[in-house]
């Protein structure tokens, strides 16, 4: 089975994800989100002459750093754990516990959460820290700090859920998605465009509209307005992208799914790599190619057992108890000395020349049209013109005893068999119970091939036909086929005139 993803045509390589990796990345991530918050603070954002003093900015800088320390060190003792507790059986190469599993699903989100909470607590010191400079000076610079961090915990919240993505998919495929059990697509579209985008350009708004109470110049406003709006725009744009790709791979490796079904192969597997909708999607195509894929074997296994015509008549009209009085040809083919043959060679060598026989057998009624009904142990019936009609069943039931009598010599020489040919009207249809039922012939030609078929047994010919499916065959067919003596064939109260191949 090939596994189809948005990278191609293969399957997830799971890695192990070591929580140094992930605190390096949480870590990065926030000394990126600070040094952007100490260059706003410091040349960007539009602040009064008289707060750009060095009694305020320096302890500001400085109160800066030391929270951005205190915050990696609660990273790396409250992190690092829980990030191990929940990616640890990654790196033993294992496969996860129901508790790793839900941890590794909820990881993301935790330190999502963690970080907010890490941003508001510095949010918060720097309100209090700052309140005897001036109220509006501590709101405005406690406002650029909560919106630098959640945009920073956003952002970072994306580029964790790509790095644990082979985890996830790992967890995903021991317990499949849930409908309801994380947030949907457009919930997240909603949550990354109000962090990333929506929250800094309120916070540009409200620079402007308190631009006039602040008091600074025009010129200080526009370049930090320019400034401020160009980093929301980046910022958005890169966390727009990364969740583009985290929803756009998915449905890549669902098209390129969909397409391979379409052409009939059925040997696909997506990955399923989402807890969310997509994922449920993703399981749900996998069902769906799982469930195609066993109908196939099914109607290949039905269409095996009672003949491919039919199966297709079961499959398009449905499969009822009753039967229709058709006008058909019935051939029988009987192996003769099958007891003496099985009694002096290995059993696995009788098998191996019976597969052979028939499928001489198979081939040539497939050949002409017919329909193979049923084995009967070392003999087999083959019916023309039920469940399909034929235009000359009677011909075609001839020329396939010739073509049968000659390639069984050639293939299957040391088997020896006698077919009889007759026609008339039968049942045709399914026969048994609802809750199993075959399909099947009923009628005297079925009788009369079986009859003829232990008179074929002592003819040199090894096929003898009745004369009136001779009377029935096209000319052509007729020409090739020399009227015998009538006989009166056992079990019957009229004699039947043979007929046997020119």
């Not at 800088?61 to 507790?85: C, E, I, N, Y």
């Not at 992208?241 to 009939?264: C, D, M, Q, R, W």
């Not at 058709?326 to 060679?345: K, N, P, Q, W």
């Not at 007729?478 to 046997?500: M, N, Q, S």
Request: with cysteine; charged share 20%.
């Amino acid at each position: 089975m090939r596994h189809l993803t948005a990278y191609g045509l293969h399957g997830p390589d799971i890695r192990g994800v070591r929580p140094y990796q992930v605190i390096g990345l949480v870590w990065f991530a926030n000394f990126i989100g600070a040094m952007v918050l100490f260059v706003d603070y410091l040349v960007v954002l539009p602040f009064p002459a008289k707060y750009a003093t060095h009694d305020i900015v320096f302890p500001n800088v400085v109160l800066g750093l030391v929270l951005m320390v205190l915050s990696w060190l609660v990273l790396g003792v409250v992190g690092a754990p829980r990030t191990h507790k929940a990616l640890d059986w990654t790196v033993r190469g294992m496969a996860p516990d129901e508790e790793e599993r839900e941890l590794t699903l909820n990881l993301p989100w935790w330190l999502f959460w963690m970080q907010v909470v890490i941003w508001i607590v510095s949010c918060i010191v720097f309100f209090y820290a700052n309140i005897d400079v001036g109220a509006m000076y501590a709101l405005q610079l406690s406002t650029t700090v909560i919106i630098s961090g959640l945009a920073t915990a956003a952002t970072t919240y994306l580029l964790c859920m790509r790095l644990f993505k082979s985890a996830i998919t790992r967890v995903l495929e021991l317990s499949p998605p849930q409908q309801g059990s994380t947030a949907g697509v457009g919930q997240k579209a909603v949550f990354i465009y109000t962090l990333t985008t929506a929250v800094p350009m309120v916070g540009l708004i409200g620079m402007v509209a308190f631009a006039g109470e602040s008091g600074v110049s025009l010129s200080q406003l526009s370049a930090s307005g320019l400034v401020i709006g160009l980093g929301a725009l980046l910022t958005g744009l890169f966390a727009t992208v990364l969740f583009a790709k985290s929803v756009g791979e998915p449905l890549g490796g669902l098209t390129e799914a969909l397409a391979a079904i379409e052409n009939g192969d059925l040997n696909v597997s997506v990955i399923v790599d989402d807890a969310g909708e997509i994922g449920q999607l993703q399981t749900g195509v996998n069902k769906m190619v799982h469930a195609l894929r066993e109908r196939e074997q099914l109607r290949d296994l039905f269409g095996r057992h009672v003949g491919e015509d039919v199966a297709r008549l079961a499959l398009s009209q449905g499969v009822e108890l009753g039967g229709e009085e058709r006008e058909a040809a019935a051939l029988f083919v009987d192996v003769i000395g099958s007891t003496r043959y099985a009694a002096t060679h290995p059993a696995a060598e009788v098998v191996a020349a019976l597969n052979r026989f028939f499928e001489v057998v198979v081939s040539v009624v497939s050949e002409h049209g017919g329909l193979v009904n049923k084995f009967e142990g070392d003999a087999a019936l083959c019916i023309f013109g039920a469940p399909l009609e034929l235009d000359d069943p009677a011909a075609s039931a001839l020329a396939a005893a010739r073509t049968m009598a000659a390639r069984l010599k050639e293939a299957v020489p040391e088997l020896d068999a006698g077919i009889g040919v007759s026609h008339g009207l039968v049942i045709a249809g399914n026969i048994g119970s609802t809750e199993r039922l075959e399909y099947t012939v009923i009628g005297d030609p079925v009788n009369e091939a079986a009859r003829l078929t232990e008179q074929a047994k002592e003819r040199p010919e090894r096929v003898v036909a009745s004369q009136r499916i001779v009377d029935k065959a096209a000319d052509g067919e007729k020409a090739r086929w020399k009227l015998l003596e009538p006989i009166l064939l056992r079990g019957r109260l009229e004699t039947t005139t043979l007929a046997v191949p020119v």
